[in-house]
Every structure is written in C-alpha cells, then in structure tokens.
C-alpha cells in the first residue's frame, strides 16, 4: 500500500516562505516521479512542479522562479520550497507519485496521492 504524507502547509503574509514536505512509503521511492499539485478554492486541481526519477525538475510557469523541488530519496521525502508566496498561491497542496520516468504534468500519469495539505497566503 503505497502512502503520501504532505505536511508543512499553513497560513502566511504576502512575500513569505514555506516548505512542504511530503514522506512516501510502501514503495520504491527512488524509481517513482514524484510531484505537487495544487487546487485552488473552486477551481481544478493544477500541475504545480515535478521531479523525475532521474531528479529532472519541472515546474509551472506561476511558480518558476519562486518554487523549487526537491527530493532526498535516502528519507522517501519529497520537498517543495516555496519563496515570495502570493494570494494567488492559495490551495491545498498534493503530493503524488508516478511509476512512470519522466516529469508529468497530467494528474491522470499519478498513481498515487496524499490527502493534501492547506496554503493560505493573505495580503
């Protein structure tokens, strides 16, 4: 049973940094792309950033620049660095996960998600 953990959301000023961090287990983290969504309120769930296997990084064009992803495959954890936060930026955060290779941008490459873990960014 393959299980994502996000954490690290919570609710910030304009301008200000958080890092999320999401903690896989039940499989071969190494060998999985890993990924962040986000799904603002009312709106669809969008690609945020991610890392392949091979640690090729992807990202948004709203979040280039500011956001950075990572991995550490020794602790089956994925990061999400988030810098010079918007109000924009407000959404629930979703870790998932692909068998696949490459960096995907599609939610339906993911196999598996985390429940989520709430940004709010206020002005």
């Known amino acids: 049973q393959v299980q994502l953990v996000e954490s690290g959301g919570g609710s910030v000023q304009v301008g200000a940094s958080l890092r999320l961090s999401c903690v896989a287990s039940?499989?071969?983290?190494?060998?999985?792309?890993m990924a962040w969504f986000r799904q603002p309120p009312g709106q669809e769930r969008e690609f945020v950033a991610a890392i392949s296997s091979g640690g090729r990084t992807d990202y948004a064009d709203s979040v280039k620049g500011r956001f950075t992803g990572s991995r550490d495959n020794a602790r089956n954890t994925v990061y999400l660095q988030m810098n010079r936060l918007k109000p924009e930026d407000t959404a629930v955060y979703f870790c998932a996960a692909s068998r696949g290779t490459a960096s995907y941008r599609t939610l339906l490459r993911y196999d598996y998600w985390g429940r989520g873990t709430q940004v709010t960014v206020s002005s």
């Open positions: 039940g499989h071969t983290f190494s060998s999985y792309t």
